[in-house]
């Protein structure tokens, strides 16, 4: 019954399938493509091209009379093969030929097809300066994956198929064209320039691209092959910061994927208002312009390093092995993602990549108790882009961390080159990966696909451990939380894995106690199959902590129920950080000074900034005001990253006390962005609850932020709308936000202020969630891929009804999958917040209200409890 549809929940977890989700398959394969030539003339200011497309197709077998292409909106002129014209009729969406001879198996033929695209919905994208943007450079770019490169060409459009291409496009002067493979010709041709470019290894439609630009183009190689960098002129030198280690990186993998970088050179374009991150297109990937640094956001983002280690590892994964069906896309964004992670570990180390993964499970995690859970791979979807979510990505490269786990690193490292050596130029699904395993280690890893590819969900751990001292017995509880308590014995949610436990020893320090020793680590494996179980470790003496997945190498989550005292030591002592940071929570979650006390220790003196960020977090949790004074020493750190954590942290403690440090924060300035823009959002919302008589002072900082703090990306006046949206009950804020959300405010701002509407829009008087509302409605007609997303996450906040209709506008009217579905998610989001009514918000304030002040009673009976204990 489709219209129940929002209430189909399995085991508490929201259905990945939405209505007119199918399986889908692969079409049959009337030929092999060989090759495909487009031969293009671009005309900028009308937005459109035409031109001619040739396929050379190897017919499988004889008496095919018809063949069907993907074709979108394009204008089809003629169908020829070898200069016969061809009969052929088009819907729009499919171009049929009916072929005057019918095949001959094994015999090549050549279709081509005479075309022309005007203003193109999708694929091909025109950037151009309007009235608002009188600066925005002139671009045109293209965006194939997932089934999109049939807007601005007819091809067989699904991965399966791989050919070589060639692209010849002719462009007004001065802009250039880069493209896949090698430049072979250029020809001037009066106002304008042809650019001729030939990728002589074969791969997938989706990966075909075309950028045109005026582009400062600035030159690198590795290995004698040129890495190019494309930037709009002028940010030369940011391109070379957050572009600059490329030939390090593309040595890097070819190294450790057995496999020197295959193509003939490596270009990465930056373009305008890219609907990506990054796109891996065939030796030449498009990133968007956003994610070039100057000299202060090279501080601390890590995102663009990471981002073109990414898209670099696509090159083999994902272009040179190329997958066979969306289903498996995990192959390659998996590891693409996982390339994050040991790109982190080359070049900053164990704990950073360490860190990193956790990052990127966490995210997973969030999508899965929030979201919705799904097997990574699966044909059942309504839009293949609909898979590209954190369950392929952060996920997938969660399992292949598990496969290295599992085969160690030689091992793993053998099987991955294996992988890439057998199945280079080709197509691959899911399977093939388990046979290169296979046939380079011997393994069988099915089990663990089986648990973590194939069906949906990870284990969810609770950790008891006590010491028997009479027998010298540790004893560990391990329940898998996420299982039904019933004990039938076939429970498909319980996992069946191999678990590393280790019990530590401290060393007693060396003479002098200033070196620091590491601690012994005596580690058994255990079976954990069942949802619970208890294990006895016979141990010499007791140890003092508990480390519980030794490595944690396994995608989980985990709650540790330890004594205080074990806790504390592992948060000094464990070597790994992962653990220590595990410690960090569960120390939190018990409370107390001397929880307060360990962790702000933690905060000052942790060798790894990581564990300093969550120590700040959790100081945050504990909700003591003994947290506060921590958290204010934290904010010297030497690390941003640790500073912004802090800023985060402090703003969940709402004294007057901490907002004096972050208003400090906020006029002082700091070396970082982010940091200032963490301060400048955290402030609105500490004023929006117990702090109501600072408001017109935060209204006044935070106008001052807008109007003088402009720059890198509008990270930090974007953090002063965030912080705005905040203070949902004044009807200035909204003013204020309501300015940015014109045309002509910069993209970034603009974006940050519209999805601002939404926020705010919770605490107006009806009269201006009306206003609110018509502002959105209008801003849904921009055909923009991110104002629609920011529009559409503004509505799915909102706790009105009206905000359900304009969804579904959007829903029906945008071209875009994505776009699509999160509209529809929106609208469950706001059937659930309309019933959050006026009543149910004022007790929320009674509440907060109420915490307050037992958060200050329990400060000061730790306090008094502190003094007679060190009385006594
Ligand atoms: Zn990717």
Redesign the pocket.
């Known amino acids: 019954m489709p219209h129940f549809y929002f209430d189909t929940e399995t085991n508490g977890h929201k259905s990945f399938e939405l209505p007119g989700a199918k399986p889908h398959y692969n079409p049959d394969r009337p030929g092999q493509v060989k090759h495909i030539f487009l031969d293009l003339a671009l005309d900028i200011p009308n937005q459109s091209f035409s031109g001619t497309c040739t396929i050379a197709l190897e017919a499988i077998r004889n008496d095919t009379h018809q063949l069907t292409l993907d074709a979108v909106n394009l204008n089809i002129q003629s169908v020829q093969v070898e200069e016969t014209p061809q009969p052929f009729d088009y819907d729009g969406e499919q171009l049929h030929i009916h072929l005057t001879n019918p095949t001959e198996a094994g015999k090549e033929i050549k279709i081509a097809i005479a075309y022309s695209v005007e203003k193109p919905q999708r694929g091909l994208y025109f950037i151009v300066p309007n009235e608002h943007y009188p600066n925005k450079p002139t671009q045109v770019w293209t965006q194939g994956e997932d089934e999109d490169s049939r807007f601005w060409f007819p091809c067989f459009d699904y991965p399966g198929q791989l050919a070589t291409s060639e692209i010849r496009v002719k462009v007004p002067k001065p802009l250039i064209a880069i493209s896949n493979g090698e430049l072979i010709a250029t020809e001037e041709d009066g106002e304008d320039k042809i650019y001729h470019w030939l990728q002589q290894q074969v791969h997938p439609t989706y990966l075909m691209t075309l950028a045109v630009g005026d582009f400062a183009e600035i030159r690198d190689e590795w290995r004698g092959k040129p890495v190019t960098y494309y930037v709009e002129k002028g940010y030369e030198e940011d391109a070379r910061r957050s572009m600059g280690k490329t030939p390090r990186m593309m040595e890097f993998f070819s190294d450790k994927f057995g496999y020197p970088y295959p193509f003939p050179k490596y270009a990465q374009v930056c373009v305008d208002d890219f609907i990506f991150g990054g796109m891996?297109n065939t030796s030449t990937t498009l990133l968007t312009d956003r994610c070039l640094l100057d000299e202060r956001a090279a501080i601390d983002n890590d995102r663009t390093e990471s981002l073109v280690a990414?898209?670099l590892a696509?090159q083999w994964f994902?272009d040179l092995v190329v997958i066979k069906h969306w289903s498996h896309a995990w192959i390659?964004?998996g590891l693409?993602?996982y390339s994050e992670v040991f790109w982190t570990d080359y070049e900053y180390g164990n704990d950073d990549a360490a860190y990193y993964l956790l990052g990127e499970a966490q995210s997973y995690v969030a999508e899965d108790s929030s979201r919705y859970r799904r097997p990574i791979v699966t044909h059942v979807y309504r839009e293949a882009i609909e898979l590209y979510d954190r369950h392929l990505?952060e996920k997938g490269a969660c399992v292949y961390h598990m496969i290295r786990t599992e085969l160690g690193d030689e091992l793993f490292w053998k099987a991955i080159q294996t992988f890439v050596q057998d199945n280079a130029h080709n197509t691959v699904e899911t399977v093939d990966l388990l046979r290169a395993i296979e046939k380079a280690t011997g393994r069988n890893l099915l089990f663990l696909f089986d648990q973590y590819v194939f069906r949906g969900g990870h284990p969810d751990y609770k950790v008891a451990y006590s010491w028997d001292g009479d027998s010298q017995l540790a004893k560990v509880t391990v329940t898998q939380t996420q299982a039904k308590n019933d004990n039938n014995g076939s429970n498909s949610e319980l996992f069946d894995l191999k678990i590393p436990i280790a019990f530590g020893y401290t060393q007693p320090e060396s003479e002098g106690g200033a070196t620091h020793v590491s601690p012994l680590l005596k580690t058994f494996t255990v079976r954990i199959h069942e949802r619970e179980q208890s294990f006895y470790f016979p141990l010499e003496k007791k140890p003092q902590f508990i480390s519980f997945d030794r490595g944690n190498n396994y995608l989980k989550t985990v709650a540790l129920e330890y004594p205080i005292s074990e806790l504390k030591a592992q948060l000094q002592s464990d070597p790994d950080p992962i653990s220590r940071i595990y410690a960090a929570k569960a120390l939190a979650k018990k409370g107390g000074l001397e929880s307060v006390k360990a962790l702000a220790e933690t905060l000052t003196s942790d060798s790894f900034w990581g564990v300093r960020v969550e120590a700040a977090k959790c100081l945050a949790q504990v909700k003591l005001d003994q947290a506060t004074d921590a958290l204010i020493a934290g904010l010297n750190d030497k690390d941003a990253r640790v500073r912004r954590s802090v800023v985060q942290a402090l703003s969940k403690i709402k004294t007057s006390q901490s907002y004096d440090a972050l208003k400090q924060v906020l006029e002082n300035g700091d070396a970082s962005y982010y940091v200032e823009a963490t301060a400048a959002s955290a402030l609105g919302k500490m004023v929006s609850a117990t702090l109501k008589d600072k408001e017109d002072e935060v209204l006044q900082l935070l106008n001052n932020v807008l109007r003088e703090r402009g720059g890198w990306n509008e990270v930090v006046r974007s953090g002063a709308i965030a912080g705005l949206s905040q203070m949902k009950s004044s009807p200035v804020a909204l003013e204020v936000i309501l300015e940015y959300t014109t045309p002509g405010t910069p993209q970034p701002l603009r974006l940050t202020a519209i999805r601002a509407l939404g926020t705010i829009s919770t605490g107006q008087t009806p009269n201006n969630t009306e206003w609110i509302l018509e502002q959105l409605e209008e801003l849904a007609g921009e055909t923009f891929f991110l104002t629609q997303v920011a529009v559409v996450a503004a509505l799915g906040q909102m706790e009105t009804v009206k905000a359900i209709a304009v969804l579904h506008s959007l829903a029906e009217q945008t071209p875009d999958g994505r776009v699509r579905r999160m509209a529809e998610e929106a609208i469950q989001r706001v059937q659930k917040n309309v019933g959050s009514d006026q009543a149910v918000k004022q007790l929320r304030e009674e509440l907060d209200q109420l915490k307050k002040e037992n958060q200050e009673l329990k400060s000061r009976m730790e306090n008094l409890e502190a003094k007679s204990k060190s009385a006594n």
């Open positions: 891996e990414h898209e696509h994902g390659k964004e693409a993602s990505y």
